[in-house]
């Protein structure tokens, strides 16, 4: 599993490799150059100063400035280059995202809470920003500075660098115990972060907001914030205390490591010939040793809790849609005007349903004729909402198939489908854009003239024309600047606009009153001659005049028949007809 992951984030830097070998190499490079100092401060301390050579002082004082320079520069190649990489690391994993979370089917977002996902995609993958683009490098810079001043150390004097070596263990012994209590509470964090933006997405959107005000819920609702801050502010509270008292006896071993080599110098090796300028430069490096050695310890922390990131990222990766995309999608032939719809002993239960009664429809037989205006009723929960959903293949059968013109729905393309029919939802979506904004995306091509045909259909032409802004209004967030009734027109032309050979009314027209709703379904019978038209209501009124009508009873289709004959028989439909009629 270990291992699975460590493959998986090395594959995400395989494309780039040519920028990562530059980065190497910049980075070597920088290190041989710095490491140079302490042998020319060696130099103007053993030989320029006690020899008064004024000439050689300046010629090895240059040689440090251009060591400087040199590193400086080197230092900006590498960082422009790892920024580079990580932030094409970053670009891609957001894409690969966004772009899975797209495919997968509705059933995984009426488990998952929005705040959630929001998380995964703006939180998790920012969190590993600093590991892809910068940590990358400045391991690299810390290994190959950590080399390179051993080396010199060994070069200056091999037995003062093995006294230096003590600080080895202690260094791996804080290195391991911190990691793992860091990689813990990276999880944790994420959780809680996940939880807190939930809640303030569920909160604060205008649903809640209603429900909140009106239940008088508004202080608890805070108090449940006040709550999930608290959590977060503990776990990062935890997480900036771990390691510290860790690093800080770490600095406080460093620190007193020249004390031990001017010790060692005087005790042990003076008589080898070691000189002062040999010591000066030996600390020197020491110093040089103990920033990357630093810089490594904090680094391998933050890649280890970088590693619960990469867990959360790589997992929504995985999600696999339970409506999948057919591997070679079949045509439909062209047809301007209806199509067949038709239910072949379909059933379907809802997966987060372990009720034994109700949710899904069962084992329901029905055959939508091209052209026709059928309309289904039904108690409320009686599945009729879920057979548009089948329709439209938000969801797949369980048993049985949907056809369209004879093709099985699971044959064609997301694209195809939704070319040839459409769906008016009973809770339609606006987004938070201008009314022309809203219309164009059924149809991002069409024309001023096409946009208020569809509205006149709808029957919202003329309010939209009163507006100060008309076609250009905004309707705020989820449309709420309008009302139920404009919402339902609005989604209505939306649909329109895109012209589907099969169009679906799950309650679209239940919030207008019944001479609009009267209006806009003539309007539609005489301006879309032929399109197949499926009705879901309540409001007898709306389907009063379908061609065929379908009672639904716990997820089955119980009677069939145009108004007449059911009204004349007895049964659901007669029930529903005197329980409608007013008396007076
Ligand atoms: N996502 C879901 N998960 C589990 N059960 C669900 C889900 N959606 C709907 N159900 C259940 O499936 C049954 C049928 O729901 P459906 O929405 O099709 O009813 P409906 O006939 O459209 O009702 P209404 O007239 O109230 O809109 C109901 O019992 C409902 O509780
Ligand atoms: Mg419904």
């Known amino acids: ?210 429900l909140g005000k009106s239940f008088g819920r508004t202080q608890d609702m805070t108090k ?79 890649a280890r809790s970088s590693l619960a990131l990469f867990d959360r990222v790589f997992d929504y990766l995985d999600l696999v849609p339970s409506v999948a995309e057919p591997r070679s999608p079949r045509d439909l032939p062209r047809s301007r005007a209806g199509r067949r719809i038709e239910f072949r002993d379909v059933s379907f239960t809802y997966s987060s349903a372990e009720r034994t009664s109700g949710g899904g429809v069962h084992r329901v037989s029905v055959d939508i004729v091209p052209g026709s205006k059928v309309g289904f009723v039904g108690e409320t929960g009686s599945g009729k909402s879920t057979l548009a959903m089948l329709m439209t293949r938000l969801y797949d059968p369980s048993e049985g198939q949907v056809l369209l013109d004879g093709v099985d729905v699971r044959e064609l393309s997301r694209e195809t489908l939704a070319d040839a029919v459409g769906i008016v939802t009973q809770d339609p979506y606006l987004l938070h854009a201008s009314i022309a904004e809203n219309l164009r995306f059924a149809r991002p091509d069409a024309t001023q003239e096409q946009l208020e045909w569809a509205c006149q259909m709808a029957q919202i032409h003329e309010f939209i024309t009163e507006l100060p802004d008309g076609y250009d209004s905004v309707v705020g967030e989820r449309g709420y600047q309008l009302s139920g009734g404009e919402r339902q027109r609005l989604s209505i032309a939306r649909l329109l606009l895109k012209d589907p050979s099969v169009i679906i009314f799950d309650e679209a027209t239940s919030a207008l009153d019944t001479l609009t709703e009267t209006r806009l379904l003539a309007a539609l019978e005489a301006g879309l001659p032929g399109r197949t038209m499926v009705i879901i209501a309540h409001r007898l009124a709306a389907i009063r005049r379908a061609d065929v009508i379908h009672v639904m009873s716990q997820g089955q289709v119980v009677e069939s028949g145009d108004h007449g004959q059911l009204a004349g028989q007895v049964g659901e439909y007669a029930g529903l007809l005197a329980a409608s009629a007013i008396r007076p």
């Not at 830097?13 to 020319?40: M, Q």
């Not at 449940?224 to 900036?240: C, W």
């Open 224 to 302: 449940q914030f006040t709550e999930l801050s608290d959590d977060l502010a503990q776990t990062e509270f935890k997480a900036a205390l771990a390691g510290r008292w860790h690093s800080a006896s770490f600095q406080m071993v460093t620190a007193s490591l020249p004390i031990l080599i001017y010790w060692s110098a005087i005790f042990t090796f003076t008589g080898d010939g070691v000189s002062v300028g040999t010591i000066v430069a030996f600390t020197a490096l020491q110093t040089q040793l103990v920033w990357p050695a630093n810089s490594l310890l904090r680094l391998i922390l933050e």
């Open 1 to 210: 599993m270990a291992n699975l992951r460590s493959k998986r984030i090395a594959g995400l830097f395989r494309p780039h490799w040519k920028r990562l070998v530059l980065i190497g190499a910049t980075v070597a490079g920088a290190s041989a150059v710095t490491i140079t100092n302490p042998f020319l401060l060696r130099e103007i301390l053993d030989t320029a100063i006690p020899g008064q050579r004024p000439g050689l002082i300046s010629l090895l004082a240059l040689g440090m400035i251009a060591v400087a320079v040199a590193s400086a520069l080197l230092a900006v190649v590498q960082a422009t280059a790892s920024a580079v990489v990580g932030q094409r690391l970053m670009h891609s994993l957001r894409v690969a995202v966004y772009a899975n979370m797209q495919r997968l089917s509705l059933d995984f977002y009426t488990r998952t809470k929005a705040g959630e996902i929001q998380t995964r995609i703006a939180g998790d993958i920012t969190g590993l920003q600093s590991v892809l683009t910068t940590t990358a490098g400045q391991l690299i810079t810390a290994i190959s500075s950590i080399v390179a001043s051993l080396v010199a150390m060994v070069v200056l004097d091999w037995r003062l660098t093995l006294v230096s070596l003590v600080i080895v263990p202690v260094f791996v012994w804080i290195g391991r115990r911190v990691g793992r209590v860091r990689q813990n509470l990276a999880g944790v964090k994420q959780q809680r972060v996940s939880a807190m933006s939930s809640f303030v997405g569920e909160s604060l959107s205008i649903s809640g907001i209603i």
